[in-house]
């Protein structure tokens, strides 16, 4: 039977782990070869450790495991150069790009007095400025091969005024404001853009976002934000991959501009 | 391969034809059983014809010639007893239910101020309240089935942004929202998921006939297909006019699927961007 995705070649940002390796999984268990890129270098404004290359070479044995082709490369999508050489040249080998997913984030949780200079600026420079590097790079590509999808990860921080996440709450709202944008200016060329807003993630990014319940704790009134409808705490990074392998494949190639919650509910309490 | 939904039962409203019988095929093809009901005649204010007997025994025959069971019945979503009636013999039937698709739904057209009391009340009674009885009819088997389940509302592109000249229209789709939205957090407890899609201009006998050609080219006396088509491709901010039933049908797919399992709440456009433009 043929993939879902078969013959098609999809560029994701924070391949390393997490739900930027689980997508890479997922969609080339349909059939797409692979770009990854990760920073694979930690950040002083950010608590937990980042990805290591160690981390980004299984990614790429997860994906030959699959029998798919996989070019990966270190990059910060902070730096739009290196992000843009790390596009071309998979492009280059792999032979076209279909899909991007722009999935890399960080994330630190704080009251809002807390919030210093430089968690406030490498939030947004990861979380904001990092999908519109990643757009920026990848759409002269999605253009030369007659469309395309775009998929970029935001939050129900992207929906919600969530506490204690500030920078975070502002950079994933943003996501959605130059996702609407690009699916408008991009449109005419067939290239669909849309968001996926996951509650929380069983994944080392959330596992290391320990310091929440200290925090809830100060305020009773602001548990409730963060719960779920379904009766689950978190979901799995594969339940993103789902909606990111629909968004990716044929089979949405009318929908642009969605805001698609993975959220068990999250948004709609 | 084992389908995407196989194993799995699923109701659906309005499948004679267009979208309904397309959720029918497209599930089938991924492994599902189909209980099928539409009203199969004439609504007086809806100005194209409706869907036949003739039209349901041919989805019966697509989804048999998938090799998938079909229980398919002649009722009209306005009468609760009837619709419920359809859905208890189907589920003993075919054995539970897991999957909902809220479908049926009329088309007419008329501004707001000069719309003959007995349209508004023909499409509210079959568009909102039509998809209520439907809900309401399925949420027991759902619950006695103890897997959660999947209900998909019909909505429209219209059911998030106004429309002239379909008041009445947009009136129950938007309200279709609001009903999903409450559903979703009523039966989130028993893993029950609830979601709206919300197509543009899709290629079926409901918009393909004269009476919507009009509705997109008021300008003109007597609109052919390609007049409208102007209009639907201006609607639009991807560059078709419109999408296929298949295209919603895929939509539905993984929104009964496991795949989406933590989905629920969520308002899908197959809009081609137009709500987004």
């Not at chain 1, 548990?223 to 993103?240: H, K, Q, Y």
């Not at chain 2, 998921?193 to 899709?202: I, Q």
Request: aromatic content about 4%; glycine content about 8%.
């Amino acid at each position: 039977m043929t993939g879902r995705v078969e013959g098609k070649v999809a560029f994701i940002t924070g391949a390393g782990r997490g739900q930027g390796r689980s997508h890479a999984i997922r969609l080339a268990e349909e059939g797409a070869d692979i770009i990854a890129v990760d920073i694979c270098h930690d950040y002083d404004s950010v608590g937990y450790g980042m990805s290591t290359e160690a981390d980004l070479a299984d990614t790429v044995k997860a994906v030959e495991a699959l029998d798919r082709r996989i070019v990966a490369r270190k990059a910060d999508v902070r730096d739009a150069a290196a992000l843009k050489a790390a596009v071309d040249d998979g492009v280059a080998e792999l032979g076209c790009l279909d899909i991007v997913c722009a999935n890399a984030g960080i994330c630190t949780v704080q009251s809002w007095d807390e919030v210093t200079p430089a968690v406030w600026q490498d939030t947004l420079d990861t979380n904001l400025t990092g999908v519109w590097n990643t757009m920026v790079a990848c759409a002269p590509h999605l253009i030369a091969a007659g469309g395309g999808s775009i998929i970029c990860t935001s939050s129900t921080a992207g929906i919600k005024g969530l506490p204690f996440l500030a920078p975070y709450v502002a950079a994933k709202h943003g996501v959605v404001g130059i996702a609407r944008t690009m699916a408008n200016e991009l449109a005419a060329h067939r290239i669909r853009v849309n968001t996926v807003h996951p509650t929380g993630v069983q994944t080392p990014m959330v596992e290391g976002l320990g310091g929440l319940n200290p925090l809830i704790e100060r305020d009773q009134n602001l548990g409730p934000i963060f719960m779920n409808t379904l009766p689950v705490e978190s979901v799995e990074a594969r339940d993103i991959s789902n909606a990111v392998l629909f968004l990716a494949s044929d089979e949405a190639r009318y929908i642009t501009g969605l805001e698609f919650t993975v959220d068990a509910g999250n948004t709609i309490r | 391969m084992t389908g995407r939904v196989e194993g799995k039962v699923a109701f659906i409203t309005g499948a004679a034809r267009g979208q309904g019988r397309s959720h029918a095929i497209r599930l089938a093809q991924e492994g599902a059983d189909i209980i099928a009901v539409d009203l199969c005649r004439q609504v007086d204010s809806v100005p194209y014809p409706m869907a036949t007997p003739e039209d349901l025994e041919q989805t019966v025959k697509d989804v048999e010639a998938l090799d998938r069971r079909i229980v398919a019945t002649q009722a009209d979503v306005r009468d609760y007893d009837a619709l419920k009636a359809a859905v208890d013999e189907g589920v003993a039937e075919l054995g539970r239910l897991d999957i909902v698709a809220a479908n049926a739904g009329i088309s007419s057209v008329g501004r707001a101020d000069e719309l003959p009391e007995q349209t508004w009340q023909d499409m509210i009674d079959t568009n909102l309240t039509g998809v209520w009885h439907a809900a309401k009819a399925a949420i027991p088997h759902l619950k006695a089935g103890g897997r959660g389940g999947s209900i998909v509302i019909t909505s429209s592109a219209a059911g998030l942004m106004a429309m002239e000249n379909i008041g009445h229209y947009v009136a129950a789709k938007h309200g279709l929202v609001g009903l999903m939205r409450t559903l979703a957090l009523e039966l989130a407890p028993f893993s029950i998921r609830v979601n709206s899609l919300h197509p543009t201009t899709v290629n079926t006998p409901m918009i393909q006939n004269a009476p919507t050609y009009a509705l997109f080219r008021p300008d003109l006396e007597n609109p052919t297909v390609e007049d409208a088509a102007e209009s639907f491709l201006m609607l639009n901010a991807l560059p078709v006019k419109w999408v296929e039933p298949i295209d919603i049908s895929n939509a539905l797919l993984f929104l009964a699927s496991d795949e989406a399992r933590y989905i629920t709440g969520v308002t899908l456009p197959i809009d081609a961007g137009c709500i987004v433009k």
